[in-house]
Structure formats: C-alpha cells, structure tokens
C-alpha cells in the first residue's frame, strides 16, 4: 500500500472505527516500515500537544460583567427611545397647538370641552329636517 | 439536584438575572476554550466571549431546545471568533504589517513545542481553523463538530485530515516528528 494510503488511514483510525482488514493493513505497514511508524507517531504527539488540558475561562466575575452589560444596553436602549421622543417633541407640541387654535377659531361657544373638541352632538330630533324618502321616491 | 439549562432558559426568558448567571457560569469554560483556541488569549477574546453570551441573551426568544444550549453557544462562539478573524485580516492588510498576540506574531521560543503549534494553528484558513479546535483542542466528537459547524461529517474528516497533515508538515521544520 502506497504511503500516502496509509497516511490517510492512520488519521482516519485516530477519529472514526476503521474495518478489521484496514486496521490489518495499516499494523501490517507500520511493522515493515520503522520510518513510517515513527513519522506516523509524530500526529499522536502534536494531537496531545494541542488537547486543552487546563479548562478555559474569561476570567473572574465573568457572569457579572455579562449581565451588568446586558443590563447596561437595556438602560441605553430605554435612552435611545426617550431621545428618538424627544427629537419630535416639540413638532408634537406644535401639532397639538395648531389643532387648538383651529378648534377656538372654529367653535360655537368658548368652553373647555368645545376647546378641546370633545362636545357631544346631541341635536334633537325635532331640529332635524324631515324628509319623507316613501313619497319622495313614488313622485 | 441540579437545575437543567432548560429550566434555566426559561428563567432567563422571564428576566431573572440570577438564572442567566448560572447558564453563563456553567457554559464559560466551553466558549473560553473555542474563542481562545481560535482568537488567542487577547483583549478582543473577552469582548467576544461577552458579545457570545450577550448574543445568546437576544435570541432567547427564539432558542427552541432543538440542539443543546452548549452546542448553540460554541456555533455562536466559532461564528463570532471567525468574524473577529476576518476583521483582524482586514486590519492587517490596511496596515501592512502584523498586529501584536499569539496568533499572528511567531513564537519567541521556536523549540517550545505548544507555543509552535498554536502559531501554526492560528495560521490555518479559518474553516479549517474551527474544525481542529473543536476536535483536536476542545475534544468534541466528528458528529459533534459537524453538528455545531453545521456541516457533512465527510467534510469535517477532510478537513481534518488536511489541517494535520499541514500542521505536521510545518511543525517538522521546527522539531522531529
């Protein structure tokens, strides 16, 4: 079997199960060939130099500083909103000026309700023009 | 007996601080060992490692439990980290010159094998990069490693392979393998 065949099969060994004939033929090639099983021991040594083995870590009070950034962009979101009402706060101011004016110019009496719109139309039946629609469609 | 991360979740959801906590504390050593393996041990590690969790907090919403929160954190672990990655290379290029850390200045003890390895670690395509953090460094299984990248088993055995053998070509310049 070509080098680069066993090469191929001994990393395929180191991370899936390989077939009884494979693992034959890979035993069989490493036992002819010292130089082979040395440079293929060279993976099982850089493999054992990379694996982590102290466990990771940010640091202490990591979990603080993560919730305390959390809770500090809710506190910037609330004051991105407060500043997104404030740009159109005074147009609003102006909006709600002009809608009062109009109201007094056009109202019938000068009271709060009237001013502010909220008078009832409460006419009475009797001030309404009657119109017979039966007659008035058999003319 | 021991809360599960689901419980945790849903805790979370509600807006107790306290429960988000503990999931951050149980899951940290995970992300720290992915976002350090593939960024070094540098300052834009810990905003990372926050931005993971933060990332994690926005989205609670819409975490369903189909994969493990763990296997969720590492897949916005590694998505991030290969950001900041794209990022550093960009810089790099705009200045011409390599920034300072592990990753990308060569090692000061050319015999001290670990410190070799990382600096040829960290000059792996970052696909490839990934693939042997989370198997070589981490230890994940290859399903595993196919499930956080999102990606066929074949592919993460290629990568794999590809990864070690240019890893050991590079590595037997400096020392006898």
Known sequence: MKREKIEDLF??????NISDAERKDLSGAMEADEQLAKDMSGYLIMR????????????PYFASRVVAKIQNMKIEID???????????????????????????????LNLPSVLGLTDDNTADEELVSFDFYNHFNE | MEVSDEVLVQRSREGNAQAFKELVNRHEGKVAGVVQSMLG????????????????????????????????LIRIAINLSLNELK????RNMLFAKEEEGINTSSPDNKNDLKEVIVYELNRLEPDFQSVVT????????????????????????????????????????????
């Open chain 1, 79 to 109: 004051k991105q909103i407060m500043f997104f009402f404030r740009r159109y706060q005074l147009a609003a101011l102006g909006v709600l000026v002009a809608l009062l004016t109009i109201n007094i110019v056009f109202s019938d009496q």
């Open chain 2, 134 to 177: 989370l198997r070589l460094i981490e230890g994940y299984s290859t399903v595993e490693t196919a499930e956080i990248l999102g990606i066929p088993l074949g592919t993460v055995l290629s990568r794999l392979s590809r990864a070690q053998k240019k890893l050991k070509s590079v590595l037997a310049k400096h020392m006898e393998l």
């Open chain 1, 48 to 59: 054992e130099e990379v694996r982590r083995k102290i466990p990771a870590t940010f640091g």
């Open chain 1, 11 to 16: 990393l395929k060994s180191l991370d899936e």
């Open chain 2, 41 to 72: 041990d540098t300052q834009e590690t810990q905003d990372v490692g926050q931005e993971v969790f933060v990332r994690f907090y926005q989205a609670l919403d819409q975490f369903k439990g189909q994969s493990a929160v763990s296997t969720y």
């Open chain 2, 87 to 90: 990022r550093r290379k960009k």
